[in-house]
Each structure stands twice: as C-alpha cells, then as structure tokens.
C-alpha cells in the first residue's frame, strides 16, 4: 500500500450522518434550530451576568465562562457541518481538520477543570459558608480559570502533535461530521498503538482528574447537606448545586462514554449519536440548566429588561 505523508493529503473527506438527502435536509434544519439556541442562550448569559452587579459572584463567573465555552465549542463544530449537509463536496483541508481538533479538545478539556471548578465554589459554598468570601476571592477564581485554560491549551497540545506524526494512505475518507481523534486514527495505515496509549492517559487524567475533584466535593456536599435538620435548608442547598450536577453528569456521561475505549471498539453509529450530545446538544442545554433552574438568573433577567425599559420611557 503506497503511504502518504500528511503533506501530502491535501484535502480530508468528511462523510457526515448520512447519505439520505431527506434526513439530511432534517438534520440541517434541526443542527440550525439548535445551533441558534445555543448562540442566543449563552450569549444571553453572559449579557446578563455582566449587566445584572447582583450576579457578579464567583458562580456567575464560573458560569459565563462556562456559556463562552459551549459557544466557541459549538461553533467550532456545527458550522461546519451545516456546510458539509448542503454540499456535496464535504471536503475539509488537512490544516482546516487539524485546526477544528486542536479547538475542539482544547475547549472540552477546559471545560472539563471549569465544571471542577464550579464544584469547588459549590463545596465552599455550602461547606464552609462563613469563610466563602474570603476562600473564593477574585484571585482565586480567576486563577482557577486561567488554569483550567492552561490545562486546556496543554492537552489539546500534546494530542494534536501525537496526531501529527500519523501517516495516511490511499483513503482520505473520514468516516464522521467533524475531525475526531477516533476516526482519525481508523484513517492511518501506521501503527497507532503508541499514539492511541499517549493520548488515551492524557484524556483519561483530564476525564479522572477533574471527575474526581467533582466527585469529592459533591461527596463532602451532600454529607453537609444531610447534616441539614430543617428540610427547607435541604432543600435550598441542594437547589444551589442541582443545576451545576445535572449539568457534569450529561457532559462526563458522554465524554467517558466516547474516548476512555481503545480505538478498536470505535462504532461509527453509537460514537457519533453521543458525539451529536455533546458537541451540539449540550451546549445548548446548559444555558436552559443554569436558567431554568435558577431564580437568581431569572430575577437578573428581570431586572435587566425592566431597566431597559426604564431608560426607554426616561427617553
């Protein structure tokens, strides 16, 4: 089999869910609906958690990062899909493929030490309430931001430079809408054994790590909360973590689900459902999580469009 160099693959092929024109005239239609949501949704977040000083807490802005990174991940992803829906071509450079990778892990990695993050600000929230303020300054959260970032950047790092030195042969196609680490690796005709294990323990002490920092701090979470004799104050500090677990267990279910296999038990049909989760499903819901669940979020919503409205009239 003659081998390519991946200079010498000019252009990837992207063959997308399917082949049928009906469902593929669907799916745009659906991927498009959903893909406006989830700009409208977290864009409206963020704007309402700059505007509204009452939300200017450390869960808040835990939270807009968290919306800016649902938006960038989506929009890394979904674009481009739509495009390849409604051509033919579905063509996607080599530079392009491995541009929307390195994104893609770089934002769900982040990610990943965001949600940990938010759990930390949950446990010392309820955990040791009387000492939030000062735990839980503006240093720290923004440390902790700019270290799930930096962990973000490194991992993407590593994965896209151990996926560089793959070689590719006489099929450029890549059975899948976007530029994944699996299908990519099913693509080479090298041996990827030791890429696969390289990027199989940088992914799985991103999951693990942040999962069991998570993990901890609800086990710590519920273990006060149980402590709790009145069932109104159970209830009020469950209500103040519900949305955020809600929220991990959708995210770790199908991350996990996905890339802590070896790439041999790769399905293309049940890999790209749960890729569809949640590289366009979930950033769209969480801003519906975060809200809907939320009365502080809703009352900031409130009060934003009232002064809006105030302003109008004063006009």
């Known amino acids: 089999m003659n081998r390519r160099t991946n200079t010498d693959v000019p252009d990837f092929i992207l063959m997308g869910l399917t082949d049928s024109e009906e469902v593929q005239l669907v799916l745009f239609l659906l991927f498009l ?20 000083l009452q939300l200017h807490i450390p869960m808040y802005f835990f939270l807009s990062h ?3 990174l649902d938006l960038s991940y989506s929009t890394v992803i979904t674009p481009k899909t739509l495009e390849n ?22 934002l769900g990695a982040t990610e990943c ?11 010392v929230a309820i955990c040791d309430p009387l000492h939030y303020p000062v735990v839980m300054s503006t240093r720290l959260c923004c440390s902790l931001v700019f270290g799930s970032y930096l962990i ?3 991992d993407s790092f590593v994965n896209v430079l151990c996926m560089s030195r793959l070689h590719f042969c006489n099929s450029s196609v890549i059975h899948h809408f976007f530029c994944d680490t699996s299908p990519i690796l099913a693509l080479s ?4 054994q030791d890429i696969e294990i390289m990027i199989f323990i940088v992914a799985g002490s991103t999951l693990m790590v942040s999962l069991l920092t998570i993990s901890v701090s609800y086990v710590s979470i519920l273990s006060t909360i149980l402590k709790i004799t009145s069932t109104s104050g ?34 293309l049909g049940k890999d790209q459902v749960a890729s569809v989760f949640y590289t366009i499903v979930i950033p769209m819901l969480n801003p519906l ?21 105030d302003s109008r009239h004063l006009k």
């Open 33 to 52: 609906l959903m893909y406006l949501m989830t700009v409208l949704g977290n864009v409206g977040m963020i704007l309402i958690i700059r505007l509204d």
């Open 66 to 68: 968290l919306s800016f």
């Open 85 to 106: 829906i409604v051509t033919s071509t579905k063509y996607i450079s080599y530079m392009s493929c491995f541009t929307q990778m390195y994104f893609f892990v770089f």
């Open 113 to 123: 030490f965001l949600l940990s993050s938010m759990a930390y600000d949950r446990y």
């Open 152 to 154: 973000g950047f490194t």
């Open 189 to 192: 005709c090298t041996d990827t």
């Open 234 to 267: 159970k209830r009020k500090a469950f209500s103040t973590c519900a949305s955020h677990l809600l929220g991990v267990v959708i995210f770790y279910g199908t991350m996990i689900f996905t890339y802590l296999k070896p790439s041999k038990s790769y399905s």
């Open 289 to 309: 999580i975060y809200s809907l669940r939320n009365k502080e979020v809703k009352n900031a919503l409130t009060r934003v469009v009232q002064k809006r409205e």
